[in-house]
């Protein structure tokens, strides 16, 4: 028998020009926490003075603030949050990448209710306790395609100080409004822009085999590898053909919805435990270096659905052996990041050691031990140890 539910409450403009209709668009305040990111690019690309004179034209006012960094961090939340209080703002704004919007949901989060982002934490060192007090409303404008946070309630927040990155939301972290417009992704860099896709292209491959997938969620996951496997080579080589931004930005937005119907799976966990202990580590690429080992692995235990997914990206399985067709799927992917320029990337180019291995492996299994409960097959720690060791270069 079928049987799920699910809510996705958050409303989306996608389009080219998008941004334009922000103007227009009832915003859910009137003095709006602007958060943007340390770097340059959202101010000489000009995309922060069209959404501050979108705020304007409503009569809107607005504070920024512009501290998140990569794999944003819990003391940026905390002191943003605190920001907003001080000057009751009643809604925030991410204007960026996944980080930005990530940490706008903490900020928003944080911004009503009392103590440390790790007192709500269900994982690692965080506490556990119960949140009190709805977040405030959040709207996403998103830069990049990929993550998925726009359709989704969940943040990935980095405590530096624990070594902890972990993924946690509540149904208020929702974005109340999300604009996904791909002319504001044409500045992404080619190596940016593939590793983003392919955080896309596993969030539905691994949404496709978790547990709790349903058939919602199964829907989401093959278009996005579809989406994903046709256009990311092209956007990778012509970061202005904008049929292309708008198709990766589309399984990006899908990821999101396959996070808010089924879930990840234990590769997300791991890597997040490589980005922990090595910060400078690109999620995306750091879910590239593991995927190879990892997908090998868990295709004796999933292997129609490795089947499945091998088609969708154009593979065949004919003339193949039982044991050696859910491997398709392994050399499809393999091929699609080749096609992308990503399938050589090693840990070591990021000052991962292999003596880690066993100490990324327990971070993974202590501080995202949620989604490890989440696959088909319950991997060990020696497995996880394994998988990290055949995937370290």
């Not at 903490?106 to 709500?120: F, K, T, V």
């Not at 929702?174 to 791909?182: E, G, K, N, Y």
């Not at 990840?264 to 202990?277: D, K, N, R, V």
């Not at 154009?314 to 499809?332: N, Q």
Request: hydrophobic fraction near 45%.
């Amino acid at each position: 028998m079928i049987d799920f539910d699910f809510s996705i409450p958050t409303k989306v403009l996608f389009g080219v020009g998008k941004l334009d209709e922000l103007k227009r668009e009832k915003l859910p305040g009137k003095l709006a926490l602007v958060v943007v990111s340390n770097g340059k690019t959202m101010r000489e690309r000009g995309y922060l003075d069209r959404v501050l004179a979108a705020l304007k034209h409503q009569n809107i006012d607005y504070m920024i603030y512009d501290k998140v960094t990569v794999n944003a961090g819990k003391d940026e939340v905390m002191e943003a949050a605190q920001f907003a209080r001080d000057n009751f703002c009643d809604f925030v704004l991410g204007l960026g990448g996944g980080s930005v919007i990530d940490a706008a949901k903490g900020i928003a989060l944080m911004a009503r209710n009392p103590g440390d982002l790790w007192d709500y934490i269900v994982t690692g060192s965080g506490k556990g306790l119960p949140v009190k007090n709805a977040a405030l409303p959040l709207v996403a404008i998103l830069t990049t395609a990929g993550t998925g946070t726009e359709a989704d309630q969940w943040m990935v927040v980095t405590n530096r100080a624990a070594k902890e990155m972990i993924g946690f939301g509540v149904p208020s972290t929702f974005p109340a409004l999300s604009v996904l417009d791909p002319e504001l992704m044409v500045s992404v860099p080619p190596f940016l822009t593939a590793i983003q896709g392919f955080d896309a292209f596993f969030q539905a491959a691994e949404g496709f085999i978790a547990k709790i997938a349903t058939p919602i969620s199964e829907a989401f996951s093959l278009q996005i590898l579809r989406l994903v496997s046709k256009h990311l080579p092209r956007v990778v080589q012509n970061g202005d053909d904008l049929e292309a931004r708008t198709n990766i930005a589309l399984a990006g937005l899908l990821s999101g919805m396959v996070q808010s119907t089924s879930s990840c799976t234990s590769l997300h966990s791991i890597e997040h435990g490589l980005t922990a202990t090595h910060p400078d580590l690109p999620h995306g690429a750091g879910l590239l270096m593991l995927s190879k080992p990892y997908f090998t692995f868990f295709a004796r235990y999933v292997p129609d659905r490795c089947i499945k997914m091998a088609h969708i990206l154009g593979a065949s399985t004919d003339g193949l052996s039982d044991a050696e067709k859910p491997l398709a799927f392994v050399k499809a992917m393999t091929d699609l990041q080749q096609a992308c320029g990503v399938a050589d990337l090693k840990m070591s180019d990021y000052g991962v050691k292999i003596d880690e291995m066993e100490t990324i492996a327990r971070n993974a299994h202590k501080t995202m031990s949620n989604l490890f409960a989440m696959d088909r097959y319950s991997l060990s720690l020696k497995e996880t140890v394994d998988i990290l060791t055949q995937a370290y270069k």
